[in-house]
T-cell receptor, first 112, second 113 residues
Framework: EDQVTQSPEALRLQEGESSSLNCSYT??????LFWYRQDPGKGPEFLFTLYSAGEEKEKERLKATLTKKESFLHITAPKPEDSATYLCAVQAINFGNEKLTFGTGTRLTIIP | NAGVTQTPKFRILKIGQSMTLQCTQD?????MYWYRQDPGMGLKLIYYSVGAGITDKGEVPNGYNVSRSTTEDFPLRLELAAPSQTSVYFC????????????FGPGTRLTVT
């Protein structure tokens, strides 16, 4: 069974203090690993897709990396507007599989 | 493009009542999905559709039904609502083959009392 574990559950950082969020996964063949941002009362907003170990994607202050067992979301010099819950999901490569398996998220708070 | 839109935003149902959650996308995506999100749990797939007229069950389909008569619309029907269906419901869609990221709507918060 596919599994996703995110850590830490919550993280409080000072503005400008860089850190990383972790997503550990087990899947029977990876089609893709996805990062989403979710603000309170809103739907998940797509950030990145990673397909294979060694791949990296960047967007503004965020960089996502992937190994065969985990992914990291690095946040550099964060600002208060980066405060949100960050969700990780994986999709197995089985034929006809449309299911994303989500983690429970990391709630990130950036303090001005 | 408005993307994925959902109505209503909030709804309170009594036990045993029925309702339909509406979902529309204007991106000409073939694939559409319904998820529920409960506190402390990851999003769970309820039903999905790979195109008009084709639907299939996800992880937690019991108590729900779907239909897909057009590319744009994918309504979720709750029959005989139960307190266990209290949740936040998200609709999502994705492009055709080769692009697997899903784009989510704003959600419907449903309370069954």
């Amino acid at each position: 069974e596919d599994q996703v574990t995110q850590s830490p559950e919550a993280l409080r950082l000072q503005e400008g203090e860089s850190s990383s969020l972790n997503c550990s996964y087990t899947v029977s063949g990876l089609r893709g690993l996805f990062w989403y941002r979710q603000d309170p009362g809103k739907g998940p907003e797509f950030l990145f897709t990673l397909y294979s170990a060694g791949e990296e994607k960047e967007k503004e202050r965020l960089k996502a990396t992937l190994t065969k067992k985990e992914s990291f979301l690095h946040i550099t010099a964060p600002k208060p507007e980066d405060s949100a819950t960050y969700l990780c999901a994986v999709q197995a490569i089985n034929f006809g599989n449309e299911k994303l398996t989500f983690g429970t998220g990391t709630r990130l708070t950036i303090i001005p | 493009n408005a993307g994925v839109t959902q109505t209503p935003k909030f709804r309170i149902l009594k036990i045993g009542q029925s309702m339909t959650l509406q979902c529309t996308q204007d991106m000409n995506h073939n694939y559409m999905y319904w998820y529920r999100q409960d506190p402390g749990m990851g999003l769970k797939l309820i039903y999905y559709s790979v195109g008009a007229g084709i639907t299939d069950k996800g992880e937690v389909p019991n108590g729900y039904n779907v239909s897909r008569s057009t590319t744009e619309d994918f309504p979720l029907r709750l029959e005989l609502a139960a307190p266990s269906q209290t949740s936040v419901y998200f609709c999502a869609s994705r492009k055709n083959r080769g692009r697997y990221e899903q784009y989510f709507g704003p959600g419907t918060r449903l309370t069954v009392t």
